[in-house]
């Protein structure tokens, strides 16, 4: 099956999303596993390329994730980047509610706004009625 957006000549593969809890564990996961490539970079402190790698890494993650999950991804490279990046020995620290909040909505749009496009409202065209005669 493939779909195209209404309107749009371009047609598409449908592709599966991740589910929520799918999508929390894996951005989970994967901030422990940028958390060693970090430390094997030697940038295991609070800077712009540990936030930059979060949240590339909430973007990767995004794009996979239905856009319920952003939340949770946004909340799992918080806690990741905070315990790993920030206080490099594995424990949360409190930085103020303002600098938190401000790191967790930044994550959290970043996989809100990469998984969007994906939730728009696409028609689904099968390939039996697609006519290959006519001019593109």
Do not use: K
């Not at 979060?54 to 946004?74: D, E, K, N």
């Not at 806690?79 to 994550?107: D, T, Y």
Request: proline share 7%; aromatic share 8%.
């Amino acid at each position: 099956m493939y779909s195209a957006r209404p309107g749009g000549t371009r047609y598409h593969p449908v592709l599966d999303r991740l589910s929520t809890g799918t999508s929390g564990t894996v951005a989970l996961l994967g901030g422990g596993l940028l958390a060693l490539g970090l430390r094997g970079l030697g940038e295991l402190h609070s800077g712009w390329l540990a936030l930059v790698a979060y949240l590339a890494l909430c973007g990767l993650v995004g794009g996979f994730a239905r856009p319920q999950a952003a939340p949770l991804i946004g909340l799992a490279a918080w806690v990741c980047c905070n315990a790993f990046a920030e206080h490099r020995h594995a424990e949360l620290g409190w930085s103020g509610p303002w600098p938190e909040a401000w790191h967790f909505a930044v994550f959290t749009a970043t996989a809100l706004l990469v998984s969007l496009p994906a939730a728009l409202p696409r028609r689904t065209v099968r390939a039996a009625l697609l006519r290959l005669d006519r001019p593109a």
